[in-house]
């Protein structure tokens, strides 16, 4: 049974910066495009960027220029290293294969964004 494991939040005033980071077994992000979610109170939960296995990428319009996405095939890892971080980036945020899978979704990450 695939588990997706985020980890990487927390708490950073606007303009600040953070690196998140999702572990999936069983190699599943060795062999899938991968994707980053996230989920604002009240709001439904929004795409914001996917990786092919081969390294090419996609981003919401709101996080480009400031989001990045890469992942690290061998280790079965994803990253997402946000910059210039704004209040309304503040949600949580979940990691899953592109098109997600249901049963994947993990805790996610809190990343919250205020002074």
């Known amino acids: 049974q695939v588990q997706l494991v985020e980890s990487g939040g927390g708490w950073v005033q606007p303009g600040g910066s953070l690196r998140l980071s999702c572990a999936g077994s069983g190699s599943i992000f060795s062999i899938r495009r991968a994707g980053w979610w996230r989920q604002a109170p009240g709001k439904q939960r929004e795409l914001v960027a996917t990786i092919y296995v081969g390294g090419n990428t996609y981003y919401e319009g709101s996080v480009k220029g400031r989001f990045t996405i890469s992942r690290d095939n061998a280790k079965s890892m994803v990253y997402l290293q946000m910059n210039d971080l704004k209040p309304e980036d503040t949600a949580v945020y979940y990691c899953?294969?592109?098109?997600?899978?249901?049963?994947?979704w993990g805790q996610g990450t809190q990343v919250t964004v205020s002074s």
């Open positions: 899953n294969t592109y098109p997600f899978q249901a049963e994947y």
